[in-house]
Nanobody, 120 residues
Framework: VQLQASGGGLVQAGGSLRLSCAAS????????MGWYRQAPEKQRETVAT???????YVDSAVMGRFIVSRDNAKDTVYLQMNSLKPEDTGVYYC???????????????WGQGTQVTVSS
């Protein structure tokens, strides 16, 4: 299984970006998907997650500005980021909890990370 993230870049404060992350490879079920980020010299933190049924969690630091969604038919999770701030700068990693076969327990998979830079 691989997670391929895209959509990062450089944007001015107040701007918007949309991140996408598609899961490929053998899988029978994708459970929770989401996004984490890591700023320079800081620990990785949760940004937003969403279950297969659509229940989502959004961190208080981005609530009201970021929207997480997914397309189960495309095995893809999205992060719409609006009203971006310089403190949103960091590497954004997508995540998915996936069961590859019915005989195995589900496990976590991570994408390669995509850089988001917000200039003031």
């Amino acid at each position: 299984v691989q997670l391929q993230a895209s959509g990062g870049g450089l944007v001015q404060a107040g701007g918007s970006l949309r991140l996408s992350c598609a899961a490929s490879g053998r899988k029978v079920r994708i459970y929770t998907m989401g996004w984490y980020r890591q700023a320079p010299e800081k620990q990785r933190e949760t940004v937003a997650t969403i279950t297969s049924g659509g229940t989502n969690y959004v961190d208080s630091a981005v609530m009201g500005r970021f929207i997480v969604s997914r397309d189960n038919a495309k095995d893809t999770v999205y992060l719409q980021m609006n009203s971006l701030k310089p403190e949103d700068t960091g590497v954004y990693y997508c995540y998915a909890n996936i069961r590859t076969t019915w005989g195995r327990a589900e496990r976590d998979y991570w994408g390669q990370g995509t850089q988001v830079t917000v200039s003031s």
